[in-house]
């Protein structure tokens, strides 16, 4: 079965630093990864997504993901955080076998200080 | 491009009164389609899940009931609430099932008292 951890809960940086969110997963094939951003009550929106091209895969925002199949990682990172990149980041694996159902981690808050 | 929309965006209501929340997908024909609840300070539940006009599928026992009277629109149901049912409500769509994307809506917030 596919499982997905995220393991931070609650991330904070100062802005200007590096963000790094972090993110392990469990597959029995070869999976199909993203990460969403959640901003207070809306709704989720697409950062990126890894389907077993480019292991190091761009997103929005200026945020990357690489797939590192020999640790069963998809880090989140972004070089520089900006205010506006506090939020709520989510780690997904999409369930092949299962209709394409995605199977969501619990989640990290990301805060960024002045 | 396609767009998603949800309503209403809030919802205050009485426990054991109806609910009807919808959901309609516009730029895609014969999407998958999803609903989703948030909780407090919790990650996404699925809760629903279709793949053509009246096939539904249930993921967990609950209160809530689905139904897909058109190939874009998703409606979400219960004919009592309960306090329980508080949270953000959620409807996505996506292409196909396997690699792709799922797309989110922008939420209904609903409050029982």
């Known amino acids: 079965a596919q499982s997905v951890t995220q393991l931070d809960s609650h991330v904070s940086v100062s802005e200007g630093t590096p963000v790094l969110l972090r993110c392990n997963y469990s597959?029995?094939?070869?999976?199909?990864l993203f990460w969403y951003v959640q901003h207070p009550n809306k709704g989720l929106q697409l950062l990126l997504k890894?389907?077993?091209?480019?292991?190091l895969v761009k997103g929005i925002n200026g945020f990357e993901a690489e797939f590192k199949k020999s640790e069963t990682s998809f880090h989140l990172t972004k070089p520089s955080a900006h205010m506006s990149d506090a939020a709520e980041y989510f780690c997904?694996?999409?369930?092949?076998?299962?209709?394409?159902?995605?199977?969501f981690g619990q989640g990290t808050t990301l805060q960024v200080k002045p | 491009s396609q767009t998603i929309h949800q309503w209403p965006a809030t919802l205050v209501q009485p426990v054991g009164s109806p609910l009807s929340l919808e959901c309609t997908v516009e730029?895609?024909?014969?999407?998958?389609l999803y609903w989703y609840r948030q909780a407090a300070g919790r990650g996404l539940q699925l809760l629903f899940y279709?793949?053509?006009?009246?096939?539904i599928s249930s993921e967990v026992p609950q209160n809530l009931s689905a139904s897909r009277p058109q190939d874009r629109q998703f409606i979400l149901s219960s004919k009592k609430l309960l306090l329980s049912d508080s949270g953000f409500y959620l409807c996505?769509?996506?292409?196909?099932?396997?690699?792709?994307?799922?797309?989110f809506g922008p939420g209904t917030r609903l409050t029982v008292l």
């Open positions: 997904v694996v999409s369930d092949k076998l299962n209709t394409g159902k995605l199977i």
């Open positions: 890894y389907t077993s091209a480019a292991t």
């Open positions: 996505a769509w996506s292409r196909l099932a396997g690699v792709y994307e799922q797309f």
């Open positions: 730029g895609t024909s014969n999407p998958n």
């Open positions: 597959s029995s094939y070869s999976p199909s």
């Open positions: 279709s793949v053509g006009i009246g096939q």
